[in-house]
C-alpha cells in the first residue's frame, strides 16, 4: 500500500490538492480499489481521533503565545539584546539575525512563525545596511528552522503524543543540537563574509546598552526558563505549561510592557486559531493514515525490507538520515513524524540506538526539510515575506544548508550531544 500511496499522493499534490486532503484522499482511493469499502469509515473518524489528544492542546497554546508576544513587540526586544550582543562583528545583522530566532525558538517553538516575524523586521533592516535582499532572506530562512528544534517545539510534542516518549526529554534534547546549528549558521556567515561582501564591523556597543537592552529583554526570556523550569520541576505538565505560557504572554504585554491592547486579542486568538487548525487538521489526516497502513501490515513490510539492507546500526542510520532528507522535500515534519515513527522508531531502538536520540535525529532531519523544494514551507513564507522566487531563495541557502546537514551527521553518530543535558537532568538513563 506504501508503495502506491507514495506516487499517488504525489500526483494529488501536483494537481493542487492541500497536503491534509491528499492524505486523506489517497488512502481513501487505494482502499476502495481494493474492496476495503468498510475500512474507509475508519480512517475518516480516525481524522477526528487523531486530534482528540491532551497532550495535543500545548501545540494551539504555544502557538498563542508565540502570537502575543510578537503583537507585544517582543520580538524587537529580542533583536536588540542580539544587536547589543554580538552586532559588532563583521556582518553583524546577519548575526544578529540567528541569534534572535535561537532567542525567538524559546518563544514558539515554530519555524513559520520565527521567519514571519523576524523576516518582515531584519530583512528590510539588512538591505539597508547594504546586504543583498537575496542573502538576508537566505539567512532568515535558515536560521528560523531553529524554531521547532530548541523547546518548545510542536514537532517534538507531536512526536512524544505518536511515540510515548517524554516530552520533557525531548526538549531537553534538543537544546544542544539547536545550539550547534546556530552556531554552524553564524561560522558560514564568517565565511561568506568576503564573497557576499558584507558590512564591516561596526563599534561594540557599550556596557550600559548592553545593560538597557538585557533589562528589556529580560521578561521575554524569562518565558523558556519558567516553561521548561516547570516542566522539570514537576509543577505541570507540557500541556499546562503552553497554557502558562499564554498567560504569561498576556500578563507582561498588558501589565509589563504595556505594549498589547485588548483590542488586539480578537485578531490574536484568529490567527492563532487559523495556524493552529492547519496543523491540528495535518496531524488527524496524517493519524487516520497511520491506522490505515497498520492494517495494511504496511510498517511490518518496510521493516523487513530496511533490516534486510544491513545489519549496521551505523550505516542504516546512515541510509535513514537520506530517506528523511527526501522525504522533508516533500512533507512537512508532523505528518512525516507520524507516518514515519511508529515504522522507523521501533526499528532502531531494537537495534540499540536509544529511543530519545532517535526522535532528534528524525525532528532535525524533517526539520531542516522545510528548508528544501520543492515542498519547503520556510521556502514559500520567506517568499511572500521578500517578494523573492522560491528557486532564488533556495539556491541561496545552499552554504547553509550544507551546514545543517553536518550538525545532522554529528548528532546521528556522536549520541552525547543530544542526550547529555536528559541524561543530567535524569530523564535518559
Not at 54 to 65: E, G, Y
Not at 320 to 332: P, R, T, W
Not at 394 to 399: E, V
Amino acid at each position: 500500500m506504501l508503495s502506491l500511496f507514495l506516487p499517488l499522493f504525489m500526483v494529488l499534490l501536483l494537481l493542487g490538492f492541500p497536503i491534509v486532503f491528499g492524505l486523506i484522499a489517497a488512502p481513501a482511493i487505494l482502499l476502495w480499489l481494493n474492496g476495503q469499502e468498510r475500512d474507509i469509515v475508519l480512517l475518516y473518524r480516525n481524522v477526528y481521533n487523531g486530534m482528540d489528544s491532551f497532550p495535543l492542546m500545548a501545540i494551539p497554546f504555544f502557538m498563542l503565545a508565540g502570537e502575543l508576544m510578537n503583537r507585544a513587540g517582543i520580538t524587537m526586544r529580542l533583536v536588540e539584546f542580539a544587536q547589543a550582543v554580538i552586532g559588532h562583528l563583521r556582518g553583524g545583522l546577519a548575526h544578529v539575525n540567528i541569534l534572535s530566532s535561537m532567542l525567538f525558538a524559546g518563544l514558539s517553538g515554530s519555524a513559520v512563525a520565527d521567519v514571519s516575524a523576524l523576516g518582515s523586521m531584519l530583512i528590510p533592516a539588512m538591505e539597508k545596511q547594504g546586504y543583498s535582499r537575496k542573502f538576508a532572506t537566505a539567512v532568515t530562512a535558515a536560521s528560523s528552522i531553529i524554531g521547532p528544534i530548541i523547546p518548545p517545539s510542536g514537532i517534538m510534542i507531536i512526536y512524544a503524543y505518536v511515540m510515548g516518549e517524554s516530552v520533557a526529554a525531548l526538549f531537553l534534547a534538543g537544546i544542544v543540537p539547536g545550539v550547534l546549528i546556530g552556531v554552524s549558521l553564524m561560522v558560514i556567515v564568517y565565511l561568506l563574509a568576503d564573497r557576499e561582501n558584507l558590512p564591516a564591523a561596526t563599534k561594540r556597543a557599550s556596557w550600559s546598552e548592553r545593560g538597557r537592552a538585557s533589562l528589556n529583554a529580560f521578561w521575554p526570556l524569562m518565558t523558556p526558563v519558567i516553561i521548561m523550569g516547570g516542566i522539570l520541576g514537576g509543577i505541570f505538565t507540557p500541556t499546562e505549561a503552553s497554557a502558562v505560557a499564554v498567560g504569561y504572554a498576556i500578563f507582561i504585554g498588558l501589565f509589563v510592557l504595556r505594549t498589547l491592547n485588548v483590542a488586539d486579542m480578537p485578531r490574536i486568538l484568529m490567527r492563532a486559531a487559523m495556524t493552529s487548525a492547519v496543523v491540528l487538521l495535518l496531524v488527524g489526516a496524517a493519524m487516520a493514515f497511520k491506522t490505515v497502513a497498520s492494517l495494511s501490515h504496511t510498517p511490518e513490510l518496510l521493516a523487513s525490507i530496511i533490516l534486510s539492507l544491513s545489519d549496521n546500526p551505523l550505516v542504516l542510520l546512515l541510509l535513514i538520515n537520506l530517506l528523511l532528507f527526501a522525504v522533508g522535500m516533500f512533507l512537512d515534519a508532523g505528518p512525516a513524524i507520524i507516518i514515519l515513527g511508529p515504522i522507523l522508531g521501533p526499528i532502531f531502538t531494537q537495534m540499540g540506538v536509544d529511543s530519545v536520540h532517535f526522535a532528534i535525529i528524525m525532528a532535525v532531519n524533517l526539520t531542516v526539510g522545510l528548508l528544501t523544494p520543492p515542498m519547503g514551507l520556510v521556502l514559500f513564507v520567506s517568499s511572500s515575506v521578500s517578494g523573492l522566487r522560491v528557486e532564488t531563495i533556495a539556491k541561496a541557502t545552499l552554504p547553509f544548508l550544507a551546514a545543517e546537514i553536518v550538525v545532522i551527521f554529528l548528532i546521528t553518530y556522536f549520541p552525547a550531544l543530544t542526550l547529555t543535558v536528559p541524561r543530567l537532568a535524569g530523564f535518559v538513563d
